[in-house]
């Protein structure tokens, strides 16, 4: 008898013995309890077999609600909440097993001690009870594409915020709560029941049913004062829901506890009639779920019993008693029965998740501009080309995918052609499909400093047609094209250049604009070369003996480099000492070199540098023997110089030559003296006396013309020319492109023409008159002591250089 069972009553002792029914009879049997709800099961007294399933998600989404990465750990775990009582041969029976890794519908645990539990661990994959999403916009006000960089500009910029949840299960999800931190640079109005506290907005949502969407939206500004990367904040949400994210739950969940199942059996008034009754006795702490007993007579099939799943409960240490049934038999009857049986069990499903969105960065957008032309200045009245470079470097923390420039070229320039444009990254060159250029006349951006010479025009360049331009931070894209300039006025005082440029991330992006730093500007200098110079021998004492003085002074607007004075010495000469000053006194700078040529010692005077205004005398003694030519002895050799000196006001440019290659930069070309139309003076065998206002031009057509005084002398000397200025007045009717210059080719087509005319006028006289002419020269015209050139015996000056005869 067990000890811990109560005393009988007297009515049970009186009662016929009933056979040994041990619970241990009834192991490895499944009770097959329904499952109920917990609420019911709440109501019944006593302890219950306690079966969990409780599932924890963390994950983590992108901003579209697609998971990204996801942890869902799962816990099965069967207790025994009695302080009394152990259970046994406990079976767990579950549902919907294919999204875990459990192993198996059945779980098995032999027994339980008091307030002992078994846990069995799991995992979940595949499944998604719900998702959070987050729309944020740099560029609202665009509805096509939604942008996450952003651009540096001293007004705040638009932002949108739109956070939204979805309930992807069949149950109903409780306490939903959505959090996101909101950076410092950004300002949102809240709407919607979303509370703002402490640098982070709460939005409760609370109970989600199944299927559910709800969607919260807020417009803010943004305020960006920095190039790094923003941290845009981290949205996250967390859900509660009474069934488990993996949908599996408990079919079966039974076990036994300490319970006594016997038949009462009286033998009724009438003999050989036997009153029967099954009775249960619990005799544990636990609630007990009757859910079969079937009895038969032994040797008998019929079902004396058939009892399933009893509406009543036994409560803890009570017991059931069925009707009573009448049993014929003339002895004592035997009985067979089955009984199932179960503590009652409450089953609990459960699923806490929590997940968070990826964080994004936003980009900035930030790039420094320089535009720059090859030169600040351009030479009055020249065809000239610069070269225009436009650099942006992307300083900021976004990639730049788009640009459009709006470029201003000044009407002193040509407008440049798209075949022109040269377009680098990083160094190299990018595909003409990739940009795109247009030009309209007049300029768009500059209002004040335009250029006389013409409306302009506008090149609207946009860079990243093709696709993505992708220039990286840190990166530079060049933009260089040619400028030609082909009459610049001195009018152009001042020309501004700007341009603007406009550049994106995104297609539909937030556009940040900037302008270069410094505006290139251009102006027309006025410069003309104005020089004087002439030789003179003056005998001193003693046969053979001279001083010979050569002048040079600049009188032009800028300083000369590398002047080369020239000069020959008749063959029976020799130099004796020389010396050279200039405005601060001797030059020691200079340079001579000699070598023995055609005529005698050709001596070279090189000076470096000659300044505005300077006057320099070279000074040297010669002497010699024999018969004195006094024409040699004067004879002007001329001077070559090279450019001028520039300076800040006049950089150094490219100049549209069109003289052949063959032609040297160590040029005379225009000279003029204030008040006075230009003149061109010739650079050997000639000198200049620019100082004569008086003096006039010999002929019209000849002092409009510009010429490369040594070409002019070597294209002469080619082709047997002596007449020099007749020569001049001929060759302006050559100037095939009407431009004013003689270049070499346009000389020497004159030059042939000339010689064909000369032998058709005279063809037949030629000899006779050069010998009559040998005789008569001597005395129908005199030599130019200063130039050589020969003129009338009663010309009163030089028809050349203006020299005026004694």
């Not at 990465?69 to 069967?78: D, I, N």
């Not at 000469?573 to 050279?580: C, L």
């Amino acid at each position: 008898m067990d000890p811990l069972a109560p005393a009988p009553s007297q009515e049970d002792l009186e009662q016929p013995p009933v056979p040994d029914l041990a619970p241990s009879d009834l192991t490895g049997e499944q009770a097959g309890a329904t499952i109920r709800s917990r609420a019911e099961v709440e109501t019944v007294p006593g302890d219950k077999l306690e079966g969990t399933l409780h599932e924890i998600e963390t994950t983590t989404l992108n901003s579209d609600g697609q998971i990204i990465k996801q942890t869902v750990k799962g816990t099965l775990t069967v207790n025994n909440p009695s302080a009394e009582d152990r259970i046994y041969d406990i079976d767990v029976m579950l549902d919907n097993i294919d999204a875990t890794d459990i192993g198996g519908e059945h779980v098995s645990v032999d027994e339980l001690e008091p307030t002992k539990n078994h846990k069995m661990s799991y995992k979940v994959n595949g499944k998604q009870m719900m998702t959070l999403r987050e729309r944020l916009d740099t560029n609202p006000s665009r509805s096509q594409e939604r942008s996450l960089s952003v651009a540096m500009n001293e007004d705040p910029g638009e932002i949108s915020l739109e956070l939204e949840v979805e309930n992807m299960s069949g149950v109903e999800l409780q306490d939903v709560v959505v959090t996101r931190p909101i950076p410092d640079v950004m300002h949102f109005a809240m709407t919607g029941g979303a509370e703002f506290d402490n640098g982070i907005v709460t939005w409760n949502v609370g109970r989600l049913n199944a299927g559910e969407k709800q969607v919260i939206s807020m417009e803010g500004t943004i305020e960006v004062s920095t190039t790094k990367a923003i941290k845009a904040g981290q949205a996250s949400a967390t859900y509660r829901a009474d069934s488990t994210l993996s949908n599996m739950m408990f079919r079966e969940l039974d076990a036994f506890c300490r319970g006594f199942t016997y038949m009462r059996v009286r033998e009724d008034e009438r003999p050989d009639n036997w009153k029967c009754q099954a009775i249960f006795e619990n005799r544990s702490s636990f609630a007990v779920d009757l859910v079969k007993l079937q009895v038969r007579m032994k040797g008998s099939d019929e079902l004396l019993f058939d009892i399933h799943d009893v509406d009543e409960d036994v409560h803890p240490y009570g017991k059931w008693e069925s009707e009573e049934r009448v049993v014929m038999a003339q002895s004592e009857p035997d009985f067979t029965y089955e009984l199932s049986y179960s503590v009652l069990p409450r089953a609990i499903q459960s699923t806490e998740g929590s997940m968070k969105l990826e964080e994004k960065k936003l980009q900035v957008l930030e790039a420094d501009i320089t535009k720059t032309y090859s030169t600040s200045g351009l030479r009055s009245y020249r065809a000239q080309k610069i070269q225009s470079v436009m650099t942006l470097e992307n300083k900021g923390s976004s990639v730049i995918n788009l640009m459009r420039i709006t470029d201003d070229i000044p009407g002193v320039f040509d407008a440049p052609t798209q075949e022109q444009l040269t377009i680098k990254l990083d160094g190299k060159a990018i595909d003409d499909e990739q940009f795109k250029a247009e030009l309209v006349e007049g300029v768009t951006i500059e209002k004040e400093h335009k250029s006389p010479d013409g409306m302009g025009h506008t090149m609207t360049l946009t860079v990243g047609t093709r696709g993505p331009l992708g220039l990286k931070p840190g990166k530079k894209i060049e933009i260089t094209y040619p400028l030609n300039a082909p009459d610049p006025s001195p009018n152009n005082t001042r020309v501004d250049a700007p341009a603007r440029i406009e550049f994106s991330a995104e297609r539909f992006g937030p556009i940040c604009t900037r302008e270069p730093s410094e505006t290139p500007s251009i102006k027309v200098i006025h410069n003309r070369r104005n020089f004087s110079a002439g030789k003179q021998a003056i005998p001193l004492g003693g046969k053979g003996r001279y001083e010979v003085l050569i002048l040079f002074e600049n009188n032009g607007d800028t300083a000369l480099s590398d002047l080369y004075i020239n000069d020959v010495l008749p063959a029976q000469f020799e130099i004796k000492d020389w010396s050279m000053k200039g405005a601060e006194g001797k030059r020691d700078d200079v340079k001579m070199t000699s070598e023995e040529g055609e005529g005698g010692l050709h001596i070279v005077w090189h000076v470096p540098m000659v300044d505005k205004g300077e006057r320099l005398e070279v000074s040297f003694d010669i002497k010699g023997s024999g018969e004195v030519d006094a024409e040699a002895l004067n004879r002007f050799h001329g001077v070559h110089f090279g450019d001028e000196i520039e300076t800040d006001e006049l950089p150094e440019v490219e100049v549209a030559e069109e003289e052949d290659s063959e032609e040297t930069d160590e040029a005379v070309v225009e000279e003029s003296t204030e008040g006075e139309a230009a003149t061109e003076e010739p650079a050997v065998e000639e000198a200049a006396e620019p100082e004569a206002d008086d003096a006039e031009e010999s002929n019209e057509k000849e002092s409009k013309m510009n010429w490369r005084e040594d070409v002019l002398l070597r294209v002469m000397e080619a082709a047997g020319i002596s007449d020099r200025d007749a020569f001049i007045e001929f060759a302006a009717d050559y100037d095939s492109d009407d431009n004013g210059y003689l270049k070499k080719g346009e000389l020497e087509d004159a030059a042939k023409a000339w010689n064909a005319r000369e032998e058709a006028d005279s063809a037949d006289d030629d000899s006779e008159e050069s010998d009559s002419d040998d005789g008569s020269e001597e005395v129908n015209e005199k030599l130019c002591e200063i130039c050589g050139v020969l003129n009338p015996i009663d010309a009163k000056e030089c028809s050349a250089c203006k020299f005026a005869f004694i």
